[in-house]
């Protein structure tokens, strides 16, 4: 009884610190300027895409680098039943969810024997061919891709509030919500039990958990997370393309996690901003360089590439992870 | 536990009353965006590298050329303007980012030549031009869906289309080649199939089809194009894609001795930028290419001599080709709809003037422009040209013979317009 009580005070405060989290996006949203408001909603898309890692690698263990692939996924899947049965909105995320979950669990079934290096190349693999199927088959749009509008913000909001912002809200809406049911996930028995399957994959079925069946939980809802961070991607941008899911932004959502701690859930805002904010960097670089426009497309990935090499020699658990030890062992003193 | 509920609870009223506090300052009144006392920005998103830039890469920095020329002769009513080049590699998605950045960012008064039709389609939904009011002069495309002036109400053509083009390649081909095996290679998207429709609608059939995925033209994909052709016995071959893509389906051509008579449409065919792609100047000589400019090299033409001139000063080292010309007299365009709307400059104001003026401006181009307040559609019209063991592009039959027409279903006929004098040293005094 005591422990029930504990843990409703628990969930009670969560949701009182993430609708103050949402109310404090809100009035940030009114005071900045629409490019800032455009790039909230791109940190918003970015957190919904590090959760789905942070739940795959970070607390099941398996590395993957075809989260772009699974964010394709979605965000076809929803320009898809937008454009073809006109839906609501909501119900184009609903099936962007429950598609890529679909696939998620399809690739999991088949990851499911790999590890390590085995299970990071086949997924590589599917972040590097699945967006170029969408050139093969002229419904998906090829090159030019899918147009995908979610419309404008009620007229009850007033002329002033832009379609970035209205953008801006739904995507951090989503992303709390996100958010919030993962680190319920996590805290219970499922996220115990992937801990465990990270930690020693064969002490934990011996401890009578289904390994397998586990981590294809994991794909599969991982993969339901990103193929949702795919949606939110497609709604900022307007357009479901292959260019839209490139190699690197696999490499930068791994780099975004691992510099946010890989195993840890708050990061992953922190991890969002890094990831919006490195273009910023890379424009300012370029054009103390001179010759901006050309090096613009070159250093990002470069900094992304720099960034991930670095991170995996000197805090492979993240920052956070270091910083936390450091303070462990000032106390200890 | 009192202590620690006070906490919480000034904590809260904290919060509320800095959040109230930011709703209470007034955002500041701003004058027209990018435009300063001194200063006018413009902004274009083209593919400065990847795979579609050769080419089309040099356009932006000819612009430049001709807006510092200008810069340095007093500015527009004392203003210098300042062009941004954002390279978007031809992707649409990255077309969104880059003009995002430009019109959010960079805050540009306007957008001039942005380059691509998939791109322009894509950054004018999603970007929301219209509903921004941010006036895109000059579209660097070809697309007839541009022409529909209620759906891009602050956007102008300057290209003529690709339909137009194809109707006047259709009589061309109906006049030249009749009972000839045709054979189209086209971009398989608005592009490619703009033109294919305007084919169609003109009774042309093609023997054999070939559509290529833009971002695919390589020499791989090339071969396929050419056995395809080759197996279908194509004696009259039009191709209507990118410039790096003309360069494959040449080169692989002539390695496998396919030398069918090529018709290639404007967009891709400069002789110049083909060559330094390595297609050998013999299978160029005798290609016939729609053009709606003379050649570049035709310094007997008051509008080239005068371009060239400001190249060689205001861009040194770059060779004087097809985009060059077209940069330079994009700028030349862009600067007399500057001064056309006045020394108060507003968006609306340019857009005004594009509508009531914009078609007595000079171009280099042949055929008139039909700027007006129903119609953004700017050039209408093409010759048919013929390339030379040299390289260079002169008129099929002699002189150009510039024909006219639209991009629906009306005739296709010869021009008599005469174009209007370039403007002194090449520095409009329009007003």
């Known amino acids: 009884m005591e422990s029930w009580r504990k843990v409703r005070d628990v969930v009670r405060k969560k949701i009182a610190l993430f609708v103050f989290l949402g109310w404090v996006l809100l009035i ?21 895409a590090l959760t789905s890692i942070v739940l795959l690698t970070g607390y099941s263990g398996q590395v993957s680098l075809g989260n ?16 073809n049965l006109q839906t609501p909105i909501w119900f184009a995320f609903l099936m962007a969810i429950l598609v890529s979950a679909l696939f998620g669990a399809l690739l999991g079934s088949a990851a499911a024997r790999l590890a390590g290096p085995y299970l990071a190349g086949t997924t590589l693999a599917l972040a590097v061919g699945l967006p170029a199927i969408a ?163 070159y250093l990002p990935g470069l900094i992304v590439s720099v960034l991930l090499i670095l991170s995996v020699i000197y805090t492979p658990n993240g920052p956070g992870e270091n910083l936390r030890k450091h303070l462990r062992k000032k106390a200890a003193h | 536990m009192i202590g620690k509920t006070r906490r919480k609870r000034t904590w809260f009223v904290a919060a509320v009353l ?83 950045e430009l019109i959010l960012k960079d805050k540009v008064f306007a957008l001039v030549g942005p380059l691509g039709t998939a791109n322009f389609t894509a950054v004018h939904k999603s970007v929301g031009i219209a509903r921004r009011g941010v006036p895109s002069l000059f579209l660097n495309t070809g697309f007839s869906g541009f022409a529909n002036k209620k759906a891009y109400p602050t956007s102008f053509t300057i290209l003529p289309s690709y339909a137009m083009e194809a109707k006047i390649a259709a009589q061309f081909l109906k006049e030249n080649f009749a009972g000839k095996k045709l054979g189209l290679v086209y971009q398989n998207d608005e592009f490619g199939i703009d033109a294919l429709g305007a084919f169609k609608a003109a009774g042309v059939k093609f023997d054999v089809s070939v559509p290529y995925t833009s971002g695919t033209q390589g020499s791989a994909t090339a071969q396929t194009w050419v056995s395809q052709l080759a197996a279908g016995g194509a004696q009259v071959v039009v191709f209507f894609g990118v410039t ?80 060059v010309l077209q940069g330079m007299n994009v700028g030349l365009m862009t600067v007399q709809a500057l001064r056309a709307a006045g020394s108060n400059l507003t968006r609306k104001g340019l857009i005004r003037a594009m509508e009531t003026k914009g078609s007595t401006f000079a171009s280099v181009a042949y055929s008139p422009l039909g700027y007006s307040k129903t119609s953004n559609v700017g050039h209408t019209g093409y010759y048919m040209a013929v390339m030379d063991a040299t390289g260079d592009r002169k008129p099929y039959g002699g002189s150009a013979v510039v024909y006219t027409t639209d991009s629906g279903s009306g005739p296709v006929v010869k021009s008599t317009f005469k174009r209007p004098a370039m403007p002194a040293k090449g520095l409009p005094t329009n007003s």
């Open chain 1, 135 to 297: 050139n093969q088959f002229s419904f998906l749009g090829g090159e030019p891709g899918l147009i995908f509008d979610v419309g404008f913000p009620p007229e009850r909001f007033g002329e002033e509030f832009t379609q970035y912002k209205w953008f801006f809200w739904i995507a951090s809406c989503i992303a709390l919500v996100a958010i919030f049911v993962t680190s319920n996930i996590l805290q219970s028995r499922f996220g115990r039990t992937w801990r465990a399957i990270r930690g020693n994959s064969l002490a934990a079925e011996l401890a009578g958990i289904h390994a397998s069946r586990m981590k294809v939980l994991a794909f599969t809802m991982s993969s339901a997370l990103a193929g949702l961070a795919g949606a939110v991607l497609a709604m900022n941008i307007g357009l479901v393309a292959p260019g839209a899911f490139t190699l690197a932004l696999s490499f930068g959502l791994v780099t975004g996690a691992v510099l946010a701690g890989i195993s840890s859930l708050p990061g992953v805002v922190l991890g969002g901003f890094i990831l919006v904010v490195i273009p910023e960097i890379a424009d300012v670089i370029a054009n103390r360089l001179g010759d901006a426009d050309k090096l613009n497309s």
């Open chain 1, 68 to 83: 772009g692939a699974m964010m394709a996924v979605g965000a076809y899947a929803a320009a898809l039943t937008l454009n």
């Open chain 1, 28 to 48: 940030v949203g009114d005071r900045v300027d629409e490019l800032r408001v455009y790039q909230g909603a791109q940190i918003a898309m970015y957190t919904i």
């Open chain 2, 18 to 100: 800095a959040s109230g506090s930011l709703f209470a300052t007034a955002l500041p009144a701003h004058a027209e965006t990018g435009v300063t006392s001194s200063e006018i920005k413009l902004g274009i998103t083209l593919p400065l590298t990847g795979a579609a830039s050769p080419g089309y890469n040099k356009i932006g920095n000819a612009m430049n050329a001709y807006f510092k020329y200008v810069n340095d002769n007093g500015g527009v009513y004392g203003r210098k303007i300042t062009l941004i080049q954002k390279n978007d590699e031809y992707s649409p998605q990255l077309s969104i980012a880059k003009t995002n």
């Open chain 2, 244 to 323: 790096s893509a003309t360069a494959a389906l040449l080169g692989v051509a002539a390695a496998a001795k396919y030398a069918p008579q090529w018709v290639l449409g404007s967009v891709g065919s400069d002789p110049l930028i083909l060559r330094a792609l390595g297609v050998p100047v013999a299978v160029l000589n005798g290609a016939l290419t729609l053009s709606g400019n003379p050649s570049p090299n035709d310094t007997s033409d008051e509008y080239v001599k005068q371009f060239q001139e400001i190249n060689t000063k205001y861009n040194p080292g770059v060779a004087f080709d097809d985009y």
